[in-house]
T-cell receptor
Framework: GAVVSQHPSWVICKSGTSVKIECRSL??????MFWYRQFPKQSLMLMAT?????????EQGVEKDKFLINHASLTLSTLTVTSAHPEDSSFYIC??????????FGSGTRLTVV | GQNIDQPTEMTATEGAIVQINCTYQ??????LFWYQQHAGEAPTFLSY????GLEEKGRFSSFLSRSKGYSYLLLKELQMKDSASYLC?????????????FGTGTLLAVQP
C-alpha cells in the first residue's frame, strides 16, 4: 500500500528560528501534497496544497511567507516554518496523493516553539 | 461557507454499537470520508462514501444521504481500542485539486 514518511516526528525549537519538515512518498509518485495543522483537541485544518513543480496554493488566513512549501520532486515536499513563535506550536501533518485521491497521511510532526 | 458538524464527545460501552453523526454544508461535494485518529497520531482511513447508501467494512459501516447533507459512522462490537477521535471529511470538488475539509471530530470513549 501507499506509504508516506514524515520527518521529524517531533521537534523543539527556539522562538525566532526556522524549522523544516519533510514529507516523502516512499512507494508512489505524489503529484499533490496537502499540509495540515492540528491544534490540541481540534480537527485538521488544511494549510496549503502543492502540486509538483508548481507554487503552493494557500488557504485563507495562512501566511505564505511564514509557511514555505516546496514540492520540487514527485516524492518529496517540505514545509518550513520561518521565524517560529510559540503560537506556531502545533501538530503538522502531510498527506500525499497520486492523481486526484484524498491522499495518504504521514505520521505527523509535533512542533514545540519555546 | 464550508461547515461540517459532529458531536464533540460520545461515550459507549464495550461490546455495544455506537453511531457517530456528521452533517455538512459545503460548496462542492465529491465524496465523504471517515478517519480514526488516536491522540498524537495521524488519522487512518476508515471508509468512503460518494453515493447514497450504506458501505460496510467489517465492524465499521458508513452511511451517506447527499440530499440531506448527512452521514454516519456505525461501529459495532465496540472494543477498548476503538477509543479515539473520529473525523468526518468532505472532498471539495472545486479547483484542480480535490481537497478534504475536515469536521470538528468526535472523541469516543469506550468504557468497560
Amino acid at each position: 500500500g501507499a506509504v508516506v514518511s514524515q520527518h521529524p516526528s517531533w521537534v523543539i525549537c527556539k522562538s525566532g528560528t526556522s524549522v523544516k519538515i519533510e514529507c516523502r512518498s516512499l512507494d508512489f509518485q505524489a503529484t499533490t501534497m496537502f499540509w495540515y495543522r492540528q491544534f490540541p483537541k481540534q480537527s485538521l485544518m488544511l494549510m496549503a496544497t502543492s502540486n509538483e513543480g508548481s507554487k503552493a496554493t494557500y488557504e485563507q488566513g495562512v501566511e505564505k511567507d511564514k509557511f514555505l512549501i516546496n514540492h520540487a520532486s514527485l516524492t518529496l515536499s517540505t514545509l518550513t516554518v520561518t521565524s517560529a513563535h510559540p503560537e506556531d506550536s502545533s501538530f503538522y501533518i502531510c498527506s500525499a496523493s497520486a492523481g486526484g485521491g484524498p491522499g495518504t497521511f504521514g505520521s505527523g510532526t509535533r512542533l514545540t516553539v519555546v | 461557507g464550508q461547515n461540517i458538524d459532529q458531536p464533540t464527545e460520545m461515550t459507549a460501552t464495550e461490546g455495544a454499537i455506537v453511531q457517530i453523526n456528521c452533517t455538512y454544508q459545503t460548496s462542492g461535494f465529491n465524496g465523504l470520508f471517515w478517519y480514526q485518529q488516536h491522540a498524537g497520531e495521524a488519522p487512518t482511513f476508515l471508509s468512503y462514501n460518494v453515493l447514497d447508501g450504506l458501505e460496510e467494512k467489517g465492524r465499521f459501516s458508513s452511511f451517506l444521504s447527499r440530499s440531506k447533507g448527512y452521514s454516519y459512522l456505525l461501529l459495532k462490537e465496540l472494543q477498548m481500542k476503538d477509543s479515539a477521535s473520529y473525523l468526518c471529511a468532505v472532498r471539495d470538488e472545486g479547483g484542480a485539486t480535490n481537497k478534504l475539509i475536515f469536521g470538528t471530530g468526535t472523541l469516543l470513549a469506550v468504557q468497560p
